[in-house]
């Protein structure tokens, strides 16, 4: 099997045991509870997606190392159109389900491991890259899922993994044995692994000589013994729980995005899944390098795809009021797409100037400056598509009574009355609730704070920007000699 059905995931769902904990309660099926069915539907539709003729060629890549056809977001880009199709995917997912696609991660993971085991088998003599190339064809034989995990907790910034008063806040080695390692600690803000068949987990940042046991990468089966997920919760979380219908929902199908604490209780990793172990030179290289695949994937195409969703939802509502045709509304909007499409823009670049990194190894990955202009763009350019949404679509985006009410023999009639306008008031409330999911939820940090925060890009362009050669290209035309 190459290319597994939505049926066949879901199958596969619903034989899985991960210890799962969520609002108090510990989750025996992830079908059966709201809110974790939603994002193993999620997930099921990005499978789904691959299953279409007309999404083949964004969908689905050919292996390079069997030459079979396989999903994309199991793929090592191996040229730049791999790249382009890579961005084109995290758009496409995003527009189609409104939330994660929760095997995002773990495919940009998997190229910074497909780049850095190569670069230390030919630096150290290991055979990491060896081991990865066998699980990475298990993987793509059997289309798994595969999720990543790579922020720490981190405990108190001011100290060091190993300084720190509570160990387990920086994921660690506890024991090496002659056939694997045990691990240790927290993972924390992590996109799906849940419904995940496998997590790769990296390194949470670059580290220094003497801490080898947290430089590590490795990939971990779901339902592993010693590891619980702990699942966020707030109040989209509780409303999905006390809904009586999904439809009442801003997101019925796929929900929010749902992470989850990741405790590692000493779970036992083989040899053969582990990809890096004790070379805290090569941690930062991992870390970088996933960070370069995924700020044009998750900043320039991922949340483009949310902003057409929230662009198509506001110019519904502005027709709905009958205020479509009015100059500040249609500026607003215009406004809504020139931040997306610049973030596009720079994710399209980010991937057509992509280059073997490193040389002779075969992986493609994304230029660094354009990944980081497409993520800081959106960054700042998310918020105000939000605001913008939140103008058009009115007060009544947050103060809007419950869609149900609108059928109640009591009160509904006065609903009715209440919010028709240039177009029913359900059709009105019911892009209101679709609003107020984007503009009023979680989106806003969850943009902000993916693939790092926008201070990080920030400092990403001083290091990028060649700026000697700008003052010397401003210096030769004004005729003034160097010094």
């Given at each position: 099997m190459?290319?597994?059905?939505?049926?066949?995931?879901?199958?596969d769902m619903n034989k899985l045991v991960p210890r799962v904990y969520i609002a108090g309660k510990w989750v025996k099926n992830l079908l059966e509870h709201p809110v974790t069915r939603s994002m193993v539907m999620a997930n099921s539709m990005i499978y789904g997606l691959a299953e279409d003729e007309k999404n083949k060629g964004?969908?689905?890549?050919?292996?390079?190392?069997?030459?079979?056809p396989v999903n994309r977001n199991l793929n090592v880009a191996r040229n730049i159109h791999d790249l382009d199709m890579r961005q084109e995917m995290a758009l496409l997912t995003s527009q189609t389900v409104g939330t994660c696609n929760y095997r995002c991660v773990g495919c940009d993971a998997l190229n910074s491991l497909a780049a850095s085991t190569w670069e230390m088998d030919q630096a150290l003599g290991t055979k990491y890259n060896e081991r990865f190339n066998k699980w990475l064809a298990y993987a793509q034989a059997n289309d798994l899922a595969v999720s990543g995990a790579?922020?720490?907790?981190?405990?108190?910034?001011?100290?060091?993994?190993?300084?720190?008063?509570?160990?387990?806040?920086?994921?660690?080695?506890?024991?090496k044995r002659d056939d694997g390692i045990v691990v240790r600690g927290i993972k924390v803000s992590q996109s799906g692994a849940i419904g995940s068949h496998e997590t790769l987990?990296?390194?949470?940042?670059?580290?220094?000589?003497?801490?080898?046991?947290?430089?590590?990468?490795?990939?971990?089966?779901?339902?592993?013994?010693?590891?619980?997920?702990?699942?966020?919760?707030?109040?989209?979380?509780?409303?999905?729980?006390?809904?009586?219908?999904?439809e009442e929902l801003g997101n019925p199908l796929y929900g929010q995005r749902e992470t989850s604490t990741m405790y590692f209780d000493n779970v036992f990793i083989p040899w053969e899944r582990v990809f890096h172990c004790g070379e805290t030179k090569y941690s930062g290289k991992i870390v970088t390098r996933f960070a370069k695949a995924h700020r044009m994937n998750c900043g320039g195409a991922c949340k483009v795809g949310f902003a057409d969703l929230i662009i198509g939802g506001t110019m519904l509502a502005a027709e709905y009021i009958g205020v479509e045709k009015v100059p500040h509304i249609q500026e607003k909007i215009i406004d809504m797409v020139r931040f997306s499409e610049t973030s596009h823009a720079c994710a399209i670049a980010a991937a057509m100037r992509g280059r073997e990194e490193p040389k002779g190894s075969g992986v493609f990955l994304p230029d660094d400056l354009f990944g980081n202009a497409a993520k800081l763009n959106i960054a700042h350019g998310f918020w105000e598509i939000m605001k913008n949404a939140g103008d058009i679509g009115g007060g009544l985006v947050v103060t809007m009574p419950r869609l149900k009410d609108l059928k109640d023999p009591q009160v509904g009639p006065m609903l009715q009355k209440a919010f028709g306008a240039a177009a029913p008031a359900e059709k009105r409330m019911k892009v209101a609730k679709f609003l107020q999911h984007w503009t009023a939820g979680l989106h806003g940090p969850g943009t902000w704070h993916g693939a790092g925060a926008p201070q990080t890009q920030r400092f990403m362009f001083t290091v990028l920007t060649d700026f000697e050669a700008k003052k010397k290209m401003a210096k030769k035309l004004m005729g003034m000699k160097d010094e």
């Open positions: 190459a290319l597994k059905t939505a049926k066949q995931y879901l199958d964004v969908m689905v890549a050919k292996s390079h190392l069997t030459g079979e790579i922020t720490d907790a981190k405990g108190d910034r001011r100290k060091r993994p190993s300084q720190q008063e509570e160990p387990d806040t920086f994921l660690r080695m506890v024991e987990v990296l390194p949470g940042g670059g580290l220094k000589e003497g801490e080898e046991p947290f430089a590590l990468a490795f990939a971990v089966q779901n339902s592993a013994p010693g590891l619980t997920y702990v699942c966020q919760y707030n109040a989209y979380s509780a409303e999905r729980e006390a809904v009586d219908s999904e």
